[in-house]
């Protein structure tokens, strides 16, 4: 399990800054840069809709598609710790990026 700090504040699952999915997915299957990657598990959160009722937790399993990424094994994310960044602006998955990708 990875530990988790995610800005995206805009995202249902965002609670003080943990996530409140037991898992989520990294995209990026061609990421050569941050910003060709992100959360796809994002779900823009509404006025009229409460927050995620889940446990949000500071570690999370990580599913990643970047397979490009030094911390990706098998595609898993193997990092001890890593951001999800996007803000509070992100209103769709391709707004969020995952802070911590490093090409190979
Ligand atoms: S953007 Fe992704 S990591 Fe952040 S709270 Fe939402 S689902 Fe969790």
Do not use: P
């Not at 990643?64 to 994310?77: I, L, Q, R």
């Not at 803000?87 to 990026?97: F, I, R, W, Y």
Request: some cysteine.
């Amino acid at each position: 399990m990875t530990q988790l700090n995610c800005s995206v504040t805009s995202c249902l699952y965002n609670q003080d800054h943990y996530c409140s999915k037991d898992d989520i997915t990294v995209g990026g299957s061609n990421a050569k840069r941050t910003s060709d990657t992100c959360c796809e598990s994002f779900r823009e959160r509404n006025g009229s809709m409460c927050n995620s009722t889940g446990q949000a937790s500071s570690t999370v399993d990580i599913d990643c598609e970047a397979t490009s990424c030094v911390h990706n094994c098998g595609c898993k994310c193997c990092a001890d710790s890593i951001g999800i960044g996007g803000g509070s602006q992100a209103c769709h998955c391709k707004d969020t990026e995952c802070a911590d990708f490093c090409c190979k």
